[in-house]
């Protein structure tokens, strides 16, 4: 596990692993001298599963760094072995990652580099040499690992672990070149000096930030413990997009701010229903909801002044697909009523126009020996969200029709689970609907329906569904009444 991450106070270096150096590696290693028995792996990882996995803003992380850190580092080798065996034995299907994790049924080879990596990067951390890049390098391999294997809770603990070496390094970044009046005549040369070490910044934090969505999704409390700045309004209305990267991180920042926020009013409004918003949480609501169209605005000022390749374009409609959804999602998180939603047709008519785009740019139906999953959250959770929020019938069952086309699994999220789910909410809250239109009634309507995390192992899990009308209802024992239902894969 991450826990023992700990940055040595004293020994705490981050020149070792500059920018100069990094400049002279090779997109593609050719040799893997020396690796013993897991050369086999590595050779997967690097001809199977680093397609797979690699996307436009993190093709440098899994073809470039990854790769060139394994020759030096331990740690990252033996996670790199683990992580291409792992890719050649799994199908991607979260019932068969389970159905292994849940049995105790793994095997040796994964647990030996695992737990060599682990021991590798301990050892690491108390030499002089070490630099917090080896240390995140690893923690994201070992991320991706729990990932593919469906283990949520230690993916999580790494991930936020991970996290919290970043707010470190960055804290410390400040101390150490805050100018002062001592130090002002050679605050260009340290400035300069410092320029060099840019992977954290460009490379890993960000795919850190944009993998901190799922956790939040997950309901894990990161901002109780992690540094997630609270939204700009100025911020994002001076932003302007230069490049495609840019604007995935800044909708990356947006989107975990946004989960918060639509998290934090939805526990307000649960736990304490009987009371209407201060004004202080509707300024909040408001003032999200002008960055997301503020940080929009930039997006389509972007799209008209530069030509985009056509992968450029489906970057920036998996962009769109999250937009509608948390804009959506923010402006109706704050009341039970689901009538709200109704109002967004358009919008979730977006989300499934874009998705379409990409589900139609990727070839689906051909067999690859890697698994098919892919590291980023993508589409799924955005089609659930359509499926189950946008209560036009024909809608919510295109989005069912773009979950059966059985996209690659996404981190923890399985298209087929979400089918599963998506049809039961449909079928609930569509037992009475209006004789006018054929929407559900609100009555009917569902105010929440969550997966549960688990899964047994021959692909049983439970799901929670709360309807709008019942939410204030208590079981004898004070807990929420909820309906709950069994499923199996």
């Given at each position: 596990q991450c826990d023992g991450y700990e940055i040595p106070t004293e020994e705490y270096q981050i020149q070792v692993w500059s920018s100069d150096k990094l400049g002279s590696l090779q997109n593609t290693v050719s040799t893997y001298s020396g690796f013993g028995n897991g050369v086999r792996y590595l050779e997967f990882y690097h001809h199977c599963a680093r397609p797979s996995l690699?996307?436009?803003?993190?093709?440098?992380?899994?073809?470039?760094?990854?790769?060139?850190?394994?020759?030096?580092?331990?740690?990252?080798?033996?996670a790199l072995i683990a992580l291409g065996y792992l890719h050649s034995t799994e199908t991607g299907s979260l019932r068969h990652a389970r159905s292994r994790f849940a049995g105790q049924r793994e095997s040796g080879v994964l647990l030996y580099h695992y737990n060599k990596s682990v021991r590798s990067l301990v050892d690491r951390i108390g030499?002089?040499?070490?630099?917090?890049?080896?240390?995140?390098?690893?923690?994201?391999?070992?991320v991706c690992m729990e990932f593919l294997r469906g283990n949520y809770h230690t993916a999580f603990q790494h991930l936020t672990n991970g996290y919290k070496i970043i707010t470190e390094y960055q804290e410390k970044k400040q101390l150490t070149f805050a100018p002062s009046p001592q130090s002002m005549t050679s605050q260009t040369s340290s400035a300069s000096s410092f320029s060099l070490n840019t992977m954290i910044e460009d490379e890993l934090r960000p795919i850190f930030v944009r993998a901190m969505a799922s956790a939040l999704l997950y309901g894990v409390e990161a901002d109780a413990s992690l540094e997630i700045p609270e939204p700009s309004l100025q911020h994002y209305k001076q932003l302007r997009i230069e490049n495609i990267r840019e604007a995935q991180l800044s909708a990356f920042e947006l989107r975990n701010q946004s989960i918060i926020l639509i998290r934090n009013l939805s526990r307000r409004i649960f736990h304490e229903h009987d009371k209407p918003l201060i004004p202080e949480e509707i300024e909040q609501q408001q003032q999200m909801l002008q960055c997301q169209q503020a940080w929009f605005a930039s997006l389509q000022e972007f799209r008209q002044t530069i030509r985009l390749s056509r992968n450029e374009e489906l970057a920036v409609s998996a962009l769109i697909t999250h937009y509608y959804a948390t804009h959506i999602w923010a402006a109706c998180a704050h009341e039970f009523r689901q009538t709200p939603f109704d109002d967004h047709l358009a919008g979730f008519q977006d989300i499934i126009k874009h998705a379409g785009l990409i589900l139609d740019s990727q070839d689906l139906h051909t067999s690859q020996p890697a698994a098919r999953f892919?590291?980023?959250?993508?589409?799924?959770?955005?089609?659930?969200?359509?499926?189950?929020?946008?209560?036009?019938?024909?809608?919510?069952r295109e989005a069912v029709k773009l979950l059966e086309r059985k996209p690659p699994r996404e981190g923890l999220f399985d298209a087929e689970q979400h089918v599963v789910v998506t049809k039961r909410v449909i079928e609930i809250e569509e037992e009475e609907v209006d004789p006018i239109t054929g929407w559900p009634v609100e009555r009917t309507r569902l105010w929440s329906s969550v997966i549960d995390a688990n899964m047994d192992r021959n692909g049983g899990f439970w799901a929670y569904f709360m309807p709008s009308s019942s939410a204030f209802q208590k079981t004898p024992d004070g807990k929420p009444r909820l309906r709950q239902e069994f499923f199996i894969l």
């Open positions: 690699a996307s436009h803003f993190d093709n440098d992380f899994w073809s470039r760094i990854a790769l060139q850190l394994a020759h030096s580092e331990p740690s990252v080798r033996h030499e002089s040499s070490y630099s917090p890049e080896i240390g995140l390098v690893t923690c994201l391999l070992f892919t590291f980023e959250i993508s589409l799924i959770p955005v089609i659930y969200f359509v499926a189950t929020r946008c209560r036009c019938p024909a809608t919510r």
